[in-house]
């Protein structure tokens, strides 16, 4: 059965403060690797890692995927309380016609003052 | 631009009745369209995959006769819950992947929120 496990399941920081948001994975035809951010409706996309060592940015979130190990992170510096959200994980499978998206069941990180 | 509209956003009804949910990709083209469901503080279920011209595929344990997904064109799928009762009751949500543009993230409509009384 695939799997995709986060860690922490909550996280409470000051502003200013770095985090890093942990995803491992046990899956089978892996294809890729998705950072959504998730506040009251419906995910939004931050990033696709589809290989191993190369760090996509944006601004102040970054993410990195280890193939080999199995894991990706996020890290999250200066944070602000407008990064209060659920992060979701998820591994793109391939399943022949169409690759399907397996999700973990999130971090949810608030930022106080 | 890849923007998904789903509609409505909440839905409050008796139980018995059957509920349409729409999903339309409003800028691009989805041969591929995939439907969820999120309970309250969980992570996102994928219930079935949408295809435009077929039929959808459905994950194991959702039940085909009670969630009819339509996927008539390449911007809109629909999903119906038929005969809903109050364990229907969860947040919607639909995604769509642009056509033809191989290693697409999926990109997900705003949710709707179903109520059974």
């Known amino acids: 059965e695939d799997k995709v496990v986060q860690s922490p399941l909550s996280l409470v920081v000051h502003e200013g403060d770095t985090v890093t948001l942990n995803c491992s994975y046990e899956?089978?035809?892996?294809?890729?690797l998705l950072w959504y951010k998730q506040e009251k409706k419906a995910p939004t996309f931050l990033f696709m890692l589809?290989?191993?060592?190369i760090e996509k940015k944006s601004g102040r979130l970054s993410s990195i995927l280890d193939k080999k190990e199995l894991f990706s992170i996020l890290n999250i510096t200066a944070t602000q309380t407008g990064d209060s959200a659920i992060y979701l994980c998820a591994v793109g499978l391939y399943t022949g016609t169409a690759s399907k998206l397996t999700f973990g069941t999130g971090t949810r990180l608030q930022v106080t003052l | 631009g890849a923007v998904v509209s789903q509609h409505p956003s909440w839905v409050i009804c008796k139980s018995g009745t059957s509920v349409k949910i729409e999903c339309r990709s409003l800028?691009?083209?989805?041969?591929?369209m995939f439907w969820y469901r999120q309970f309250p503080k969980q992570s996102l279920m994928l219930m079935a995959t949408?295809?435009?011209?077929?039929?959808?595929?459905?994950e194991q344990g959702v039940e085909k006769d009670k969630f009819l997904i339509n996927h008539a064109s390449l911007t809109l799928s629909t999903l119906t819950v038929t005969s809903a009762h109050p364990e229907d009751s969860s947040f919607y949500i639909c995604?769509?992947?642009?056509?033809?543009?191989?290693?697409?993230?999926?990109?997900f409509g705003d949710g709707t929120r179903l109520s059974i009384l």
């Open positions: 589809t290989s191993s060592g």
């Open positions: 800028d691009f083209q989805a041969t591929t």
């Open positions: 995604s769509a992947r642009v056509w033809q543009i191989s290693n697409q993230p999926q990109h």
């Open positions: 949408s295809n435009e011209g077929s039929k959808a595929t459905y």
């Open positions: 899956v089978t035809n892996f294809r890729s």
